[in-house]
C-alpha cells in the first residue's frame, strides 16, 4: 500500500504515518518499503491480541475474541490451568465462561506427551493453548480434531499433504511439525455439567535441523525446512483458529472426524515402538481406530490393542 494511501485511510498526515510505520518496525515488525509503496512482511507479537480478537469479532468466530500473549511463560497451558483456578492476575474480562486463546513468544517449561518436552527458541514457533468450556466429548476426541485442524491449517496455507501420526503428531514433508496436548478438569460444582479443556499446541515454523537438540534431528521439522520459506505466524495462527473453531467449537461428529484423521495417517503396516500399560511393544500396526487406539501385530504375529488413552508411540519406523 502506497503511503498516500495509508494517509487517505487513516486520515492522517504523511509525517504520521511515518512515525506509525516506525513505531511498527521498532516493535519487531518486518516492513519492506518498494518505489510502489510499503508491505507488511511479519507481525510481531505484540501486536497479535488485538489483531486475532478484531478479526475475530469481524468474523464471528469464537475463538480469538479473548486472547492473552505473553513475550515468555513456563507454558501456555499452565496459563490455562491458572486461569481456570482463578489464580492468574491476565484475568480476561469476560472472566472463563467463553473460549480462551492464550499465545507465548517462548516457553521455558513446554510439555509434550507423557514426560516430553516443547524446545523452541523464541520466534521460532507458534505456542498456543485454547481454552474451552463445554460439555465433555471427551479429550482423545479434542486430541484427534485439534491434530486435524493442524493438517487442515498446514495443506491450506502450503498447498502439501500434511500426515497424522496417532495419537498426537503432525508431519510435513515426513518429519514432526506439530505436536497436541489436551488437558482436561471438571468445572466448579456449580457447573458440574460442564468440563474445562486447554488443547496445547506447539506448532514448528522457522526452525533449521541445528536448532533441534541432536535426539531429535532426524525426525523433527518446520514449515521452513518443509517449503524452504520463511512464514509469518499470525496468519497461520488465523488460519489455525478457522479450522480449530470449526472442528472443536462447532464440535463436528466423532466419525466425522475420526475418518477424515484417518486418511491423512499412513501409519498402517508402519513399524513402531509403541509403551503401552507399562510395558514396552514393538511390532507392525495392523489398524488404528483414532477414537480409541491401534492394533500392533508382534513378530510372533500376535495382535496387541493398545489404547489411546494408556499408550504412546517411542519410537518410530
Not at 505484540?46 to 478479526?55: G, S
Request: glycine residues 8%.
Amino acid at each position: 500500500m502506497s503511503l498516500d494511501q495509508l494517509s487517505r485511510q487513516l486520515g492522517a498526515s504523511l509525517d504520521r504515518v511515518r512515525q506509525l510505520l516506525t513505531e511498527l518496525s521498532t516493535s519487531g515488525c518486518r516492513l519492506e518499503m518498494t518505489p510502489a509503496g510499503v508491505h507488511l512482511e511479519t507481525v510481531s507479537w505484540p501486536w497479535w491480541r488485538a489483531i486475532l480478537e478484531r478479526r475475530s469479532a469481524q468474523r464471528g468466530r469464537q475463538l480469538g475474541r479473548h486472547t492473552l500473549v505473553f513475550a515468555q511463560t513456563t507454558s501456555t497451558n499452565d496459563i490455562c490451568r491458572q486461569l481456570a483456578l482463578g489464580l492468574a492476575a491476565s484475568r480476561p474480562a469476560a472472566g472463563l465462561t467463553e473460549p480462551l486463546v492464550v499465545l507465548a513468544d517462548w516457553q521455558s517449561a513446554g510439555r509434550g506427551r507423557g514426560t516430553n518436552r516443547w524446545v523452541a527458541k523464541a520466534g521460532q514457533s507458534i505456542l498456543m493453548s485454547v481454552w474451552l468450556p463445554c460439555r465433555p466429548p471427551d479429550a482423545q476426541r479434542l486430541t484427534l480434531a485439534a491434530g486435524l485442524a493442524c493438517a487442515r491449517c498446514l495443506e491450506a496455507l502450503t498447498g502439501q499433504n500434511a500426515e497424522l501420526q496417532w495419537p498426537n503428531d503432525v508431519l510435513l514433508s515426513g518429519r514432526k511439525v506439530a505436536g497436541i496436548l489436551c488437558e482436561t478438569r471438571p468445572a466448579a460444582a456449580a457447573e458440574k455439567a460442564l468440563y474445562h479443556y486447554t488443547i496445547g499446541i506447539g506448532l514448528n515454523v522457522a526452525q533449521q535441523p541445528l536448532d533441534f537438540p541432536p535426539e531429535l534431528r532426524v525426525g523433527a521439522g518446520s514449515l521452513l525446512m518443509a517449503t524452504g520459506r520463511h512464514w509469518s505466524r499470525l496468519p497461520i495462527i488465523d488460519e489455525l483458529l478457522d479450522q480449530l473453531e470449526r472442528l472443536c467449537v462447532q464440535l463436528v461428529s466423532p466419525e466425522e472426524i475420526a475418518a477424515a484423521w484417518k486418511s491423512r495417517c499412513a501409519m498402517l503396516a508402519d513399524k513402531v515402538t509403541i509403551h503401552c500399560a507399562g510395558r514396552s511393544l514393538t511390532g507392525r500396526v495392523a489398524d488404528i481406530d483414532p477414537l480409541r487406539g491401534l492394533v500392533l501385530r508382534d513378530a510372533q504375529g500376535h495382535c496387541h490393542f493398545c489404547s489411546a488413552e494408556q499408550s504412546h508411540i517411542t519410537q518410530a519406523g
